[in-house]
């Protein structure tokens, strides 16, 4: 867009700006029309994606604040106290646009972005996560998304260095025509040296730092705030290009920067680019900044100040530094050859100024453009069919015959097989901090110099938030939970991508608005409050939006490394030992989806009572080092995490003898997937005391048999060789791309 | 002994190679910058995993170009240890102190797990093992898949030069299962396997460790 193209009401339209909101610029501006720059400033600052306008009112509902909070929801990302002066910074942020346009470079995209949001911070990052959902396995389109997007993760996360550990991979038809690409990073930093974007002190110098600025990725964050209808592959131009080679470099210059104390404020460049991290760090501290384009480095050669400004070219930074230091900063993004400009100033006016040639392209007030953006209370609507798929009437449901084949069946079912095609393409060993891989419930990275670990989970059933958004996703903050004390963790904190349809419609609100609560609630219970996350509308193709799926993410802290757990089970003889009461509930469960073809009922009942008092025995237990292996029991319900604690993505099996005298039917028993229930095992002279510990703590606990063998036994349900199972679990994944 | 871990622009194994030797072993290292051909008067240079200069044109091929490496060949040539570890493997064959290259995986991706190597022990890299005891290493890589001529193979084979050959699963399609190779005197050893992954009890086992503990006891 050239500086001069007028600003017609077509051009304001395109901009995705209603007429409302335009007059309401005008007003903000002290009653003039804006030029085209100011226009395209104006649409991404107040688009869905940057101003959460449709979301603010339900957001501030949530459990942000605690005991342990450094940081909560409003900075790059959240940070918690871990103690010892350490603190991890965290936040996971989705790219589901782009990477439906182009999984490659959309995945890859996103886990650049993440990563900068951490290490802005003053962060090293230690570990990626992601939770990435595809549309059904035979759906023509999924194939080519999942490659894409795992190559893309793995291309990015490798070549950074930032070891890849953990997260999910779900297949449903909901996501068909929009793929799901949430992104997941933690860092530690120590509690003195975080570094936030504040552009503070009046004369201060402003640098740019990074790579060149580009006509990438213009209009990203609008894209991101719109339906999909044809012609998405038009778009991709607004899809950014990825380069972790100077991500990687960017990464060691500002950690080394960071040592010296001339840095003020520092922010990466995310969606809208040099736009909002210019207002936002001036919005932050108080303060104007007046900034000169032509001293920002380009890739071409001709851009115009509405490209400069709106372009989305990755790996690049602002820093603002203390006066007369900016030359030793430089000089330190220079060694690692890598480009840093001085272009402009800190003033104390208030208005963002900028100039390309001598002229004054832009001038806004920053205060009204950050706090007059529009917040909506979007009407808000029970969906009709609502209470209709909650109808669930388990005596229509047949019993399964063969046992055996129903068990085989699920366990080479997509959703519950083997991420190990996954995971293998990421590096998860960089680091040397990875002490519990991925295939675990949750992943456990040391801290060097420290006899603690943290731990790090991805987690939500959006089928169950589809069929009660609020219960789905409480449910969502308590498996996470349960996945952190599983392997030895105090649950900490939370960090969420809610990924929602439209919201214009009332009721894609409706399922947003029970969904927070849920959340909410769910987060409370657990004291686990909301440091960071995103909001991701608009995930819709046509009149079709995704299940509501509020993908959680949960940092817990092991104090005492060596007590740390995994799921599999160790030794022959060992006893197994269920924690928890196993119930008739299979609403929503994987079980009536792929054997009875059924989508409906409630999610299983939730009692934050119960799965409290788990969590205390099992951490309890754990930490008494009586507890040999410890797994939640979640999708495909006990029989498949039975499985899961006997097989090993290595091919190493042992097998599990289990007896169950529960009065609940036969499927229900194996495939039910209640929560608040965990395997543990243990050797035979810890049973006695690991039983009382848990009925010392209110917990329900029975031994229900013991490890041993080459086959999983439940029962006279399920007799199966796990070298039988072995090859439908582990090959699942590969027979979708090949 | 006092090592050198060479840092280029995209090593990213650097902090991990630091590591083992200091924290683990006990021993002196300093960081190594690649545009400084000083090697400060170190034992052992290592040559870090990551993706040196982003792996642009070819694994290793940039980095073989920096000031670091022209020192590096020089301390190779004189008998100084060298050990090139997964990317830095790379940057020994294109150096042209270590013969052959190494190709895409078969598969066509990135491949990081757990495999197992058996090893020669008869190289100053691998003396603190058994004769021909099989380990586990971890890789991760993309282009580990070792090529060479068949001469250059058959002196391979006949000076003991194949460090670790992959044991049971060949994961990248390397000829005769090379995992890693040393040049005719010994003293450099190029490997894609990542022997500092697992040095220390609490990431799964000491397999690795021997790498580093042998090539210290050279030292009189």
Known sequence: MDQNTKVTPEIVKKHGLSEQEYERLKKALGDREPNITELGIFSVMWSEHCSYKSSKVHLKKLPTTGPHVVQGPGENAGIVDIGDGLCVAFKMESHNHPSFIEPFQ??????????????????????????????????????????????????????????????????????????????????????????????SGVGNPVIYIGSKTGRDGIHGATMASDVFGGGNEERRPTVQVGDPFTEKLLLEACLEAMKSDAIVGIQDMGAAGLTSSSFEMASRAGTGIDMDLDKVPLRETGMTPYEIMLSESQERMLAVTHVGREKEIIDIFKKWDLDAEVVGIVTDDGIMRVRQKGKVVCELPIAPLVHAAPVYERPIKKPGWQDKVQKLDLKKIAEPKNYNDTFKKLIGSPNLACKSWVYRQYDHMVGTDTVVLPGSDAAVMRIKGTNKAVALTVDCNSRWCYLDPYWGSAHAIAENARNLVASGARPLAVTDCLNFGNPERAEIMWQFEQSCLGMSEGCKQFGTPIVSGNVSFYNETGKDAIYPTPAVGMVGVIDDISKHTTQFFKDTGDVVILLGVNTNELGGSEYLKQIHNKIAGNPPHLDFEREKSLHKAVLAAIGRGIVKSAHDISDGGLAVALAECCMQDNCKMIGAEVKLEDDVRSDALLFSEAPSRIILSCSGKDADLLLTIAKSFGCPANIIGSVGGDKLKIGDLIDVGLKDIYGLWSESIKKIVS | MKFGIVVFPGSNCDRDSFHVPTKVCGQEAVYLWHKDADLKGVDCVILPGGFSYGDYLRCGAIAKQSPVMKSVIEHAKSGGYVIGICNGFQVLTESGLLPGVLM???????????????????????????????????????????????????????????????????????????????????NVLGLMPHPERISELILGGTDGLRVFESIISTKK
């Open chain 1, 106 to 199: 959309g995945a890859a995209t996103g886990v650049g972005g993440i990563l900068r949001d951490v290490f802005t911070m003053g962060a090293r990052p230690i570990a990626n996560l992601n939770s990435i959902r595809f549309g059904s396995p035979d759906n023509a389109k999924t194939p080519y998304l999942l490659k894409g997007v795992v190559a893309g993760i793995a291309h990015y996360g490798n070549c950074m260095g930032i070891p890849t550990v953990g997260g999910e991979v779900v297949f449903d038809e909901c996501y068909n025509g929009n793929n799901l690409v949430n992104a997941f990073t933690a860092g530690i930093v120590k509690k003195g040296d975080i570094f936030k974007g504040f552009a």
């Open chain 2, 104 to 186: 895409r995986n078969t598969s066509l991706t990135f491949i990081c797990k757990y495999i197992q190597v058996k090893v020669n022990n008869k190289t100053p890299w691998t003396n603190k093992y058994d004769a021909g005891e099989v380990i586990t290493l971890p890789i991760a890589h993309n282009e580990g898949n070792y090529f060479c001529d068949e001469v250059t193979l058959r002196r391979l084979e006949s000076n003991g030069q194949i460090a670790f050959k992959y044991h049971g699963e060949n994961p990248n399609g390397a000829l005769a299962d090379i995992a890693g190779i040393t040049n005719e005197k010994g």
